[in-house]
């Protein structure tokens, strides 16, 4: 249960189990590669790892470990053909996020 200064006391869990999947959806969000491969997949563009990597100049690796997270939040999907995944948003939802960060005032 929360607070009034909107902390949770020690030892209580939050009551609404949504709140917490929200948590956790933004926490996975929450890392500036992430954030760019979601802007890469905005507009349902549909790209492989490697057209992801190249065009943010990552590693194939670490781009691969930030999909596997965008995806055990549901925030992406993929789908096979022939040889090659292709990665989608599949919560766009967190695009609408995004652009409203992107509109706070700088402090």
Do not use: C
Request: aromatic content about 4%; overall charge positive; proline content about 3%.
């Amino acid at each position: 249960m929360f607070t009034q200064s909107g902390v949770s006391s020690p030892g209580k869990r939050v009551q609404d189990e949504s709140l917490a999947r929200i948590a956790q959806s933004l926490k996975a969000i929450s890392h500036p590669a992430r954030l760019a491969i979601l802007d890469l997949l905005k507009g349902g563009n549909l790209l492989t790892v490697t057209e992801i990597h190249t065009k943010l100049r990552l590693d194939q690796a670490i781009t691969s470990q930030h999909l596997s997270i965008l995806r055990a939040h549901e925030i992406v999907s993929s789908v096979r053909q022939g040889k090659n995944t292709y990665y989608f948003l599949r919560k766009i939802a967190v695009l609408d996020i995004i652009d409203l960060m992107r509109m706070r005032p700088k402090e």
